[in-house]
């Protein structure tokens, strides 16, 4: 299944990169005993590195311990088809993990089971954060959108700040930043409103004509908006940028291979996404299951260890080694500087407008960017 971070809203939704981790023996976990028929869960495959991340952290350690098989549905995802497949009482999937505009959908159309927390151990749910989690979804990971910079151009301070990215003077170079027509997706309204001086708790509303006047600032020294999440790092390597934004994977994977690239925590834009469980599904009980075992720490820690994204579970920052952490969104020292999108004033209506406002936001951005 190809999954995108692109438009939180659209017709083709973006299930974002999953995740959410199972406990490979954990001896805190008190799901049933395996045996040689306890049927199956129905989840979609993300592939790519976030697929093995999660086979090895959750599926594989469920199957060994229940009995349970998770069968990976790959394919393209369209959120008006699984919606038409719950109405019409065959879901294509038990669970599936989705960002905030598909989440509203869901709810609006009443296509989404209540979490049974009720067998969730080691009081879990308290420990989901700093995203809540709700009656009827959970937050499945966290990401970021980082500022990031070529270490061979600009040294290893670099950039603290969107306003240093903006500040072409004191860190020369060209920049590139996700194209706003993605909405939410590339956090490039916020990363804009924040380098024109917006306090991190003023960035909501949206303030367009700050937004855009602060774009109209940095276009001259705009390369290009990137397309895909391995461009940035691309766009560094290749010279033809010393800053973007990009997502803190990315960057940590650069590092890993040697790549001069860095980053900053400050002003970092947090993403997450939500696990749900379809209503009229053929196996709830095993998905219920399933999102129990995944949410408890020790799997939540395996699967931090597989890939950059930070656990849902706070608990698991615990099992950490302390280099791990420093690597991850939500670490305490990193979370305390981030700005978590607002995803409910993103799907809401704009004022005065049968829209949302990411449609609205989209609109505007496509005007600008046409002249």
Not at 20 to 33: Q, R
Not at 99 to 126: K, M, S, T
Not at 265 to 283: E, F, R
Not at 304 to 329: C, E, G, M, Q, V
Request: aromatic letters at 10%; proline letters at 5%; hydrophobic letters at 45%.
């Amino acid at each position: 299944m190809k999954f995108s971070r692109k438009t939180v809203l659209g017709a083709v939704a973006a299930v974002s990169t999953l995740l959410a981790t199972a406990a490979c023996g954990s001896g805190d976990s008190d799901t049933s005993g395996a045996t040689t028929s306890a049927g199956q869960v129905i989840v979609p495959d993300p592939g790519g590195d976030l697929g093995k991340a999660m086979k090895k952290a959750f599926f594989d350690p469920f199957e060994k311990k229940t009995g349970i098989d998770v069968v990976l549905s790959s394919g393209e995802f369209d959120a008006a088809v699984v919606l038409a497949g719950v109405k019409a009482g065959a879901p294509a999937y038990d669970m599936l993990n989705v960002n905030g505009a598909v989440l509203q959908r869901f709810r609006d159309g009443a296509a989404i089971e209540p979490i049974d927390y009720a067998q969730w151990q080691n009081g879990a749910r308290d420990k989901i954060a700093p995203v809540k989690a709700a009656d009827d979804a959970v937050p499945a990971y966290y990401i970021s959108i980082v500022p990031a910079w070529s270490t061979a151009k600009l040294g290893d301070k670099g950039l603290t700040s969107w306003a240093d990215f903006w500040n072409v003077d004191k860190f020369p170079g060209k920049r590139t930043l996700a194209p706003g027509s993605w909405g939410a997706g590339g956090a490039t309204f916020e990363i804009a409103a924040m380098a024109a001086g917006v306090a991190p708790k003023d960035l909501y509303p949206i303030d367009y004509d700050k937004v855009f006047a602060s774009l109209d600032r940095l276009k001259p020294n705009l390369v290009k908006f990137w397309e895909t999440g391995a461009e940035p790092i691309q766009l560094l390597t290749g010279g033809q940028v010393t800053g973007t934004s990009a997502w803190n994977g990315r960057v940590a994977g650069a590092q890993d291979k040697g790549v001069p690239v860095a980053s900053t925590w400050n002003q970092s834009i947090l993403q997450y996404d939500n696990w749900t469980i379809l209503k009229g599904a053929k196996n709830a009980a095993n998905a219920q299951k399933l999102l129990a075992f995944m949410m408890e720490a020790q799997p939540q820690a395996d699967f931090a260890n597989a890939i950059t994204y930070s656990p849902a579970n706070s608990a698991a920052f615990d099992l950490l080694s302390a280099d791990r952490a420093a690597k991850l969104p939500t670490s305490p020292d990193n979370v305390a500087s981030a700005v978590t999108q607002n995803y409910e004033w993103w799907t809401a209506k704009a004022p005065g407008s049968d829209k949302s406002n990411e449609e609205v936001a989209i609109e505007r951005w496509q005007a600008w960017a046409s002249k």
